[in-house]
């Protein structure tokens, strides 16, 4: 079970702007500065398009942009594509020195 | 440009054991650390297992502890994560991803995977 919660879904029309939120159930988790965020089509590896809270990857669109307040990390989408529907997920440390990943946010371009 | 391969997954008997391999390149793989990542059939992301640049320090999820053991080759830019004991519940894709140099996160690069399925 993961520490970090996510949505199960969200959707969009394109042009508009959606926010994922990744919050650590823990008091200790999310609380430093190395979430990061991945996407993953349908049969793909995922894709790393956010780091360290809201660093971008050389490459990755500037639509992509991430947050964070207290214990709840954000990424946010803006100018939505028909090729931003994908599932995106988060990712951070532990206070045991191990990695979780969010349960994962099924996004939907309408 | 990064390229890691995965392979050596494969259907198993519970109780039986694997071997995966990650063959890097594109980038000095003795100075990077390293890590498995699994996604089980319609399910999430699950980190597995990390290891340092040099090898020494090791990391696990407590699901694997004690029956997976993760290591490298940095001569043979290869990664490997040997799986013993398997579970129906470690059915899954396998990942292998490069890490920064000091760091388990994020994952910078990753492979297309290698399934592996248990089951009698």
């Known amino acids: 079970q993961s520490a970090l919660t996510q949505p199960a879904s969200v959707s969009g029309s394109p042009g508009q702007s959606i926010t994922i939120s990744c919050t650590g159930t823990?008091?200790?988790?999310?609380?430093?500065?190395?979430v990061s965020w991945y996407q993953q089509h349908p049969g793909e590896a995922p894709k790393l398009i956010i780091y360290?809270?809201?660093n971008r990857p050389s490459g990755v669109s500037d639509r992509f942009s991430g947050s964070k307040s207290g214990n709840t990390a954000s990424l946010t989408i803006s100018g939505l594509l028909p090729e931003d529907e994908a599932d995106y997920f988060c990712?951070?440390?532990?206070?045991?020195?191990?990695?979780?990943f969010g349960g994962g946010t099924k996004l939907t371009v309408l | 440009e990064v390229v890691l391969v995965e392979s050596g997954g494969g259907l198993v008997q519970p109780g039986g054991s694997l071997r995966l391999s990650c063959a890097a390149s594109?980038?000095?793989?003795?100075?990077?650390?390293m890590s498995w990542a699994r996604q089980a059939p319609g399910k999430g992301l699950e980190w597995v297992s990390g290891?340092?640049?040099?090898?020494?320090?090791?990391y696990y999820t407590d699901s694997v502890k004690g029956r997976f053991t993760i290591y490298r080759d940095n001569s043979k830019n290869t990664l490997f994560l040997q799986m013993n004991s398997l579970r129906a519940d470690d059915t899954a894709v396998y990942y292998c991803?490069?890490?920064?140099?000091?760091?388990?996160?994020?994952?910078?690069?990753w492979g297309r995977g290698t399934l592996v399925t248990v089951s009698s």
């Open positions: 991803a490069k890490n920064p140099a000091r760091a388990l996160l994020p994952f910078d690069y």
């Open positions: 594109g980038f000095p793989f003795g100075t990077y650390a």
């Open positions: 290891i340092s640049y040099n090898g020494y320090a090791t």
């Open positions: 823990f008091s200790d988790v999310v609380h430093d500065d190395y």
């Open positions: 360290d809270v809201f």
């Open positions: 990712a951070s440390y532990t206070s045991s020195i191990t990695v979780d």
